[in-house]
């Protein structure tokens, strides 16, 4: 937080410049002005919250500036800006500002409106707040004071608030001629002026074109529906109208598969009946042909993850059921062991489908990164990709081909398990032309010279087995055009092998130059060593070697053992046999 006050401090110098009086009068570029704040305060990353802090302040800060406040810290006095005090432009900013604070509020409820389905009523409390703002700076831009450009630009933006207001009261009458109304103005306005502004105002109608033929559909024109999966396919409809045309997609497909029941792959047909497959299933075509249109890799990759996630969601469905069927299966007492059921066939079926467009996903990233790679290899200071990355894609795709050969009711099925393993072949012979690559990279030159071999046998393994299925190479990467290119690489790999062994021998007199003996012991031989006039010359070892030497004696004492010792009986004093007579003396002492 602190640091975007930092930052609104450093930027609020340029963008008072905006706002500045011209000499037709009072003007403000509203469109910019509002742009560059959203960009720069949260809206960059969906974060309406961020924004909505940030027009707080600002409103704050103009007030304080202008000397408008309202009121004190003690007592509320309400002020409205005039035509009669607008000798400012920023009174217009001030309004603008209020009515951005509005329609970001209501944007932030509109995302927690997911969760928590009140606060719609709030969300619609705050866009009629913001229209009503709008509104408000449309009335103050009639002044004569103010010029053209920025009474136009008002009536846009009052459009566009207003449109958003009936769009989401579902008013799609008064929101398509809103929004036709903002479009026209834009349209007007970046064919006046500069390049740089054109552009905003081109951005601001592709952002409106998808509500409008939204709106459309829901009149009841149904060609506009084409003109969304259009939009869709170039990414256009971000934000609300992204969930509004999925939701619209999925309705359309909702109706029409009532009439599907049944759907039939590898020479068997399976039934249908639950819903959620019959959508993905019927939605099928439509996405690879989407995937297949796609202008950039960026929209094709949306479309990628969005219908994987629906893969997934139909697979999990199938799955509930397969439990359910289990239970039934094991109350009944006919149980058909060795056949596959249709559900499980089906759910083998979205399986297949899931694991072949993982495939083609990661086979278009795969090409991507290729043709970045030859960029970066022609230019050197340029960083890009490393073969390494291609050798992961590569490893996920074999991954998918060894879960397809697993899949239950397709173990008898010969031709499908030469089709995978003939996939398998193919996408090896890359994995293994990238791994060569990065060992080349390494200067790893008989390591790469294998692995190149080892692509041909791979290579010429595909060409053996693919004379019985031609058309499965046809979607498969082209196995000749590797071959080549692995034959001109092996060419380049033993000039470059050659000509670093000549260059070997330099590089050994250089390590004997750099001998890590120390000086004392080689005085007797010269060697130019650059190392003894530096900082830490090698002169004696320190600390020094340990070395052997004798160890002490340690003397036993052997002889102890035959040692005869003298008798020593005459010093040992012997007991007398005196009787009672003796004890008597004893007790009394006598014989002491």
Partial sequence: MAADKQNEAKLSPTEENKENIQEGG???EILQIIKESQQQHG??????QRYRGYCSRRLRRLRKTLGFKMGNRHKFVGKKVTVEILSDSRYLLLVLMEAERAWSYAMQLKQEANTEPRKKFHLLARLRKAA???EKLEKLCESPRVDAKTKLEAQAYTAYLTGMVHFE???????MEAFNKCKTIYEKLASAFTEELAVLYRQRVDEISPNIRYCAYNIGDQNAINDLMQMRLTGGGGGMMAEKLEALITQARTKQAATMSEVEWRGRTVPVKIDKARIFLLGLADNEAAIAQAVNEETKEHLYETLLAECRDTIQAVRE???SEAKQRERSSDNESGKVSNLQFLHSYLTYIKLCTLVKRNESMAHTLQAKLKETGADENKRGPRPQDLIRLYDIILQSLAELSTLQGLEDD???????SLKTLVYKAYRCFFIAQSYVLVKKWSEALVLYERVLKYAKEVQSKAKSLNSILKDLPDVQELIAEVSAEKYSLQAAAILDTDEAPEVNSQQQVKDNTPLCEHL???????TLVGKHPNLVQFPPEFQPIPCKPLFFDLALNHVAFPPLDDKVEQKGKGGLTGYIKGIFGFGS
């Fill in 414 to 420: 010969h031709t499908f398990q030469k089709e995978v």
């Fill in 132 to 134: 009503k703002h709008s």
């Fill in 43 to 48: 809206l960059r990353h969906g974060d309406y």
């Fill in 26 to 28: 009072l003007g403000l």
């Fill in 169 to 175: 009261l579902q008013k799609w009458k008064l929101a």
């Fill in 321 to 323: 059921e397969l439990k």
């Fill in 524 to 530: 007797d031989n010269f060697h130019l060593d650059k």
